[in-house]
């Protein structure tokens, strides 16, 4: 009979005694099982004692996350959370060199789990450490010459620990004075620096102007981006990644008037070329971490655009209206004439058929044109910087398509505007950059003004593009659609500079954009006749089964996910998958992503499938309930799922990349019964059918599949024709 579902076999361990092994009943007060552990070993005051999970972790066992002790967990009888906090607060203070060194190394370790830390932080803890790192380290600065190795080890730990304690979000970031803001950022302006301080010191930083808004403009006033660089002009990735993210940290937060005169300073610094040739070009591979902050900045550079993108053109601005003069007269070399040369109708004329060659839509006054947000000034600015810096190019654009007769000219103007409004979706212009994204385009980091060169080179293509498909007026629509097609195509394929974005372009002509399509559309090729649907519905299941099949051999394999944080270079791993007999998951912590398949054994925590009862997915999730930003952003709940068990529990997943989301999810419903429905399911499900289809049909290549049965012919008058052969 196997035993309640209440009863827990555990094994207990106590330095210098044998483990011993428990039953526990989950329905007890756990202060009484702590009792019954310690008079087990005869040990008094039981209050002053408390249980942990004996690995690397070590978080306290609360009567919050008892449920989390699965048959087979390992625990350790340990001191209580209070009494350690009370110890390594005194530890701490210690005149020994030595003694407070090892006291802050335990502080460290210890204050990564939230019950210690409130403990700690109960004692006045936080102010403890900022009182050390403001003025005690001072007093170590001294012995620094002489013990430069400890003294480094002794404020890493400190700051170390100070960051685990803040990262439970208990304390306010409000709460700390300008003297720690300053040292902190004393420790960062400092060329020569231990590298774990600077790590440290940097990422308080972060933390500080992400959290609060008055600590910004504190933190601003200490650090400036000429004390940042040198950070990225080293060879450590790490320190790299946490300088990008202090930036991008201060353009993030810095007011909407404050950001374009910090991007002038970051032009002036040399920032991008920097970036480019220490990092990009780097021959250390650029990791998962650094990807995001590098995407991170590309966004938050080109959303200094959405200004000029939502602004409209004043036609009675005459400064604005120069600007459109200034096109014509760069295309048809024409200087402004003065007024009283000619009548005002021939001049306005003159005017008309001039813009009309230009391309816009009103040629009487093309400041209309501008008026439509999305893409407002941005479409005119891109313009101007085309005429000015590609003047060959845009000389030769106007007048081919200006002097054709043939209704097959190509507008530049109305082009121009609708090309500007289809880069800025295709770079989500004005959008919050996403906590769990990756993907940015070293091609962007080659140039200064990277969006003007990247609309020049489009609209170069969309010219050669509307000459390919020999296109007219009512073509606009299907050229933009096969420019946008030529664009993402390119882009996905990360070209390292904005030539060989160029080149990749040259070689996705209209030609090859058909043959691709034509070749997908084959291959996604759906045979109308009846026998061939007949076919398909009979194969369908086969597919279906091969599909499940394969999704619960991943989920055997298993995936390491992320326990997203506030703190995102603090995010800790864990580890799932489906055992093979697919009736258990097993999941568990792990220090580090890992390389290959995680054994189960080293995965402490069970969930029977047999106790889930639902799948739910994106904003439903428990976890994304949750307040703050990263719970909002649109990319990470569509990655979000739980798995609900038992009555109200729930174990909660952020999906690494959609592919993994969907492996999961469709993994998750086949294990209960019901119908996989994710777009990848969609997708295989499509491929293997019509690869099946294919190779059944090989035989009857070239043969007429008819619509209907043959008819079945009349019976013969007699069987003279059969040979018997007996």
Known sequence: MPPPADIVKVAIEWPGAFPKLMEIDQKKPLSAIIKEVCEGWSLGNHENFALQIADPTNFYITEKNRNDIKNGSILRLTTSPYQTAVQLHERIQSSSMDAKLEALKDLANASRDITFAQEFINLDGISLLTQMVESGTERYQKLQKIMKPCFGDLLSFTLTAFVELMDHGIVSWDTFSVAFIKKIASYVNKSAMDTAVLQRSLAILESMVLNSQDLYHKVAQEITIGQLIPHLQGTDQDIQTYTIAVINALFLKAPEEKRQEMAHILAQKQLRSIILSNVIRSPTPINDEMAHQLYVLQVLTFNLLEDRMMTKMDPQDQAQRDIIFELRRIAFDVECEPNNSGSIEKRKSMYTRDYKKLGFINHVNPAVDFTQIPPGMLALDNMLYFARHHQDAYIRIVLENSSREDKHECPFGRSSIELTKMLCEILKVGELPSENCHDFHPMFFTHDRSFEEFFCISIQLLNKTWKE??????????????????????????????????????????????????????????????????????????????????????????????????????????????????????????????????????????????????????????????????????????????????????????????????????????????????????????????????????????????????????????YDFVYDCN
């Open 469 to 718: 498909m020999r296109a007219t007026s009512e073509d606009f629509n299907k050229v933009m659609q096969v420019v946008r097609e030529q664009i993402m195509r390119a882009l996905t394929l990360k070209p390292n500079s904005l030539d060989q974005f160029k080149s990749r372009l040259q070689n996705l002509s209209y030609t090859e954009i058909l043959k691709i399509r034509q070749s997908e559309r084959m291959n996604q090729e759906d045979f109308q006749s009846r026998p061939i649907l007949e076919l398909r519905e009979k194969i369908q299941p086969e597919i279906m089964e091969l599909i499940k099949q394969q999704r619960l051999n991943r989920l055997c394999e298993g995936t390491c996910f992320r326990k997203i944080s506030s703190r995102r270079r603090q995010d800790k791993f864990w580890y799932c998958r489906l055992s093979p007999n697919h009736k258990v998951l097993h999941y568990g912590d792990l220090e580090e992503s890992p390389q290959g398949e995680v054994p189960h054994d080293s995965l402490q925590d069970k969930l029977p499938v047999a106790d889930i009862k639902a799948v739910i997915t994106g904003k439903d999730c428990p976890h994304m309930k949750e307040k703050g930003a990263l719970k909002q952003n649109k990319e990470v709940l569509e990655l979000a799922f739980s798995v609900l068990y038992e009555s109200d529990e729930y174990l909660n997943f952020i999906a690494p990349d959609k592919h993994e989301y969907c492996v999961w999810t469709d993994g998750l419903n086949a294990l209960l019964g019901k119908e996989m429905t994710s777009d990848y399911t969609k997708s295989d499900m499509d491929t293997l059918l019509s690869m099946e289809m294919k190779l059944r049909l090989l035989d009857l290549e070239n043969i007429q599949i008819p619509e209907a049965p043959p008819p079945i012919p009349k019976e013969p008058s007699n």
